[in-house]
């Protein structure tokens, strides 16, 4: 189990963490994003348009003031290597009437992705550390929070 | 306890939209719903973050239960939701 939790972080860059972004709109946040992304080397930019048409088409709000932005499945060929980003809104961003402090941009091709909501969904329910990564201004408490073991939390 | 069993016909399995449509259309019944992996693991089926984490893939088998009266045409619902495959793109 700790490998997978590894795994999480070896996906996400440092420079792809951004703490203190502003957006003006969900959109801007999308490509914000998106850009993570595409800085790293692990998208082709047509990716972007991706995520914002699978934004259009259901939501990726996932609840804890958190979005979780990637392309449609047609648009897995243009990534180049699954990666990650985490980009902070201090401010908010109105996400289809939703408010979203955090947006995690995700780049898998294939099936790749599943492992990686899952595990992020994992760290989301629990409220603590989805407060913790509202409220994270640096990149080691983002990657605390995504390494965090918790195996046992079954007994809530 | 109403209990069904159902294979996931969406090819790529509960993963984001299809688990978004799923947890939404079990909120929509009104009905508390239980959903559980076939390695055991049990989320409220209605959280679109307990169903992402359960990670299911195409194929797999999941139960969906229920203490409510009433369950029964909800779990149906459901059981027909993940029939089919919420993948289409």
Not at chain 2, 4 to 21: C, I
Not at chain 2, 46 to 73: K, Q, R, W, Y
């Amino acid at each position: 189990m700790g490998d997978e939790q590894k795994e999480l972080t070896s996906l996400l860059a440092e420079r792809s963490i951004r703490l203190d972004a502003r957006a003006s709109d969900r959109d801007d946040a999308i490509r914000q994003a998106g850009q993570a992304l595409l800085d790293v080397g692990a998208i082709d930019p047509g990716y972007i348009d991706a995520m914002l048409e699978r934004e259009n088409s259901v939501s990726t709000f996932v609840g804890e003031g958190v979005a979780i932005p990637h392309g449609t499945l047609a648009g897995k060929d243009l990534v180049t290597e699954d990666a990650l980003s985490v980009i902070r809104f201090p401010d908010g961003v109105d996400w289809g009437g939703n408010e979203v402090t955090v947006a995690v941009g995700i780049a898998a091709r294939g099936n790749g992705h599943i492992a990686l909501l899952s595990q992020l969904a994992t760290v989301l329910l629990d409220p603590e550390r989805a407060a913790a990564l509202r409220n994270a201004t640096t990149a080691d408490q983002v990657y605390g929070l995504l390494t965090t073991d918790d195996d046992d939390d079954d007994d809530q | 306890m109403s209990e069904r069993t159902v294979k996931v016909a969406s090819s790529v399995g509960l993963h984001a939209r299809p688990a978004s449509l799923f947890s939404q259309a079990a909120a929509a019944t009104g009905v508390p719903v239980t959903l559980t992996s076939a390695a055991g693991k049990s989320v409220n089926a209605a959280s679109i973050l307990g169903v992402l984490s359960l990670g299911v893939g195409g194929g797999e088998e999941v139960t969906l239960s229920s203490d409510a009266e009433n369950a029964d045409a909800a779990l149906d619902q459901l059981v027909a939701l993940l029939s089919r495959d919420l993948d289409q793109e």
